[in-house]
């Protein structure tokens, strides 16, 4: 079965950082590209960041660029979202998905819930 | 390239038929097109890739259709289960985007 563990959400004060895990099983995890989408409270989905399968190249929406940073480990099948300067606005559902350039996002995580507040 | 669904919600009852649309800004290249369905604290589930590729294990009660700019998402004969918000994602471009989604309620 296709599994994919998020992990590391909790409670961070604004300006704070967080790192954000998943790890997978039951595919090829370095042949396959990777993303990560948010949700906040009562809201719509957001494309947050994009890597491929080698980590070569990644990709950030607008509103995380500069502050957040995927990455991978492909010798432990485990995505990361490196996510430092919080704000509010980043307050959100956070999960990850298998799926970049190209692909769809067609097996998800459960989500970790990150809260920003003081 | 923005999404746009509509209606915002869907009032139907089971047995009926769901018709839900997502018109893009610009073409959607490849027909790079998906639609997901959520339910309440639970992730999103791919339905439809390529348009009208139904996903791994999918009933086909569920169908995609369009291209270009202009897609639908039919649900015939409405199950219990399938009372849920729904969202199309383009991926053909980055940022790959969402729309707001549509609430299928009974």
């Known amino acids: 079965d296709v599994q994919l563990l998020d992990s590391g959400g909790g409670l961070v004060q604004p300006g704070g950082s967080l790192r954000l895990s998943c790890v997978v099983s039951?595919?090829?995890?370095?042949?396959?590209?990777m993303t990560w989408v948010r949700q906040a409270p009562g809201k719509g989905l957001d494309w947050v960041s994009s890597i491929s399968d080698s980590g070569a190249y990644t990709s950030h929406a607008g509103s995380v660029r500069g502050r957040f940073s995927i990455s991978r480990d492909n010798s432990r099948d485990t995505l990361y979202l490196q996510m430092n300067s919080v704000t509010a606005d980043d307050t959100a559902v956070y999960y990850c998905?298998?799926?970049?350039?190209?692909?769809?996002?067609?097996?998800w995580g459960q989500g970790t819930l990150v809260t920003v507040s003081s | 390239n923005v999404l746009t669904q509509s209606p915002g919600t869907l009032s139907l009852s089971p047995g009926e038929r769901a018709t839900l649309s997502c018109r893009a800004s610009?073409?959607?290249?490849?027909?790079?097109l998906a639609w997901f369905q959520q339910k309440p604290g639970q992730a999103p589930r791919l339905l439809i890739y390529g348009a009208s590729n139904r996903a791994t294990g999918i009933p086909d009660r569920f169908s995609g259709s369009g291209s270009g700019t202009d897609f639908t998402l039919t649900i015939n004969r409405l199950e219990p289960e399938d009372f849920a918000l729904y969202y199309c994602q383009q991926y053909a471009t980055s940022p790959r985007t969402f729309g707001q989604g549509t609430k299928v309620e009974f």
């Open positions: 610009q073409t959607v290249t490849s027909s790079y």
């Open positions: 998905a298998r799926g970049a350039r190209g692909h769809p996002n067609d097996y």
């Open positions: 039951g595919f090829n995890f370095s042949t396959s590209g």
